[in-house]
């Protein structure tokens, strides 16, 4: 048996675009190579292949290979696009949702406030959602390492939870 390694979603495709099977398409993710030509994506049960991308306002048009016409692309259509998970960047010091969420969380004493259940998007800035109902806003993350997310909290901020 063998195990597919846990996808990550990239995307979601919007409305075809054109005739020729160009699709809209809002990409998750800074990573604009997941949109370069030959970058393999699941949409649905299926895997397609970008053939060419192009921005196009705060959306990007995709074409697929082996869809060459609107009929053939609106299958895709509202669709989320999963893709294997990237490897490392040296220097990457990014903080990335899979690695947060199920995370201790701690201050720089080694007080635990529980485990980071989801993280939540806001304009601001990413706030962390925490197992006891606190949120923690990304700003007060100072690292983020394998299982441990270490905050610098404001006096206050978890006082209203006792």
Same mark, same amino acid.
Request: glycine share 10%; proline share 6%; hydrophobic share 45%.
């Given at each position: 048996?063998? #195990?597919?390694? !846990?996808?990550?979603?990239?995307?979601?495709?919007?409305?075809?675009?054109?005739?020729?099977?160009?699709?809209?398409?809002? %990409? %998750?993710?800074?990573?604009?190579?997941?949109?370069?030509?030959?970058?393999?994506?699941?949409?649905?049960?299926?895997?397609?292949?970008?053939?060419?991308?192009? =921005?196009?306002?705060?959306?990007?048009?995709?074409?697929?290979?082996?869809?060459?016409?609107?009929?053939?692309?609106?299958?895709? !259509?509202? !669709?989320?696009?999963?893709?294997?998970?990237?490897?490392?960047?040296?220097?990457?010091?990014?903080?990335?949702?899979?690695?947060?969420?199920?995370?201790?969380?701690?201050?720089?004493?080694?007080? #635990?406030?529980?485990?980071?259940?989801?993280?939540?998007?806001?304009?601001?800035?990413?706030?962390?959602?925490?197992? #006891?109902?606190?949120?923690?806003?990304?700003?007060? =993350?100072? #690292?983020?390492?394998?299982? !441990?997310?270490?905050?610098?909290?404001?006096?206050?901020?978890?006082?209203?939870?006792?």
């Amino acid at each position: 048996m063998t #195990s597919e390694p !846990q996808l990550r979603e990239v995307g979601k495709t919007g409305r075809a675009h054109g005739v020729r099977g160009d699709i809209s398409v809002e %990409l %998750l993710t800074d990573r604009e190579e997941r949109l370069a030509k030959g970058a393999r994506l699941k949409i649905g049960a299926r895997w397609v292949t970008v053939a060419a991308a192009r =921005v196009a306002g705060p959306r990007w048009l995709v074409h697929f290979e082996g869809f060459d016409d609107r009929t053939a692309v609106e299958v895709l !259509q509202g !669709q989320p696009m999963l893709a294997e998970p990237l490897p490392s960047v040296e220097g990457d010091d990014g903080m990335y949702v899979h690695n947060l969420v199920g995370a201790e969380v701690v201050d720089a004493a080694g007080v #635990s406030y529980g485990r980071c259940t989801a993280v939540l998007a806001n304009p601001a800035h990413d706030i962390l959602e925490l197992e #006891s109902g606190a949120l923690v806003p990304v700003v007060f =993350v100072v #690292s983020s390492t394998a299982g !441990q997310i270490v905050i610098a909290p404001p006096d206050g901020l978890f006082d209203l939870l006792d």
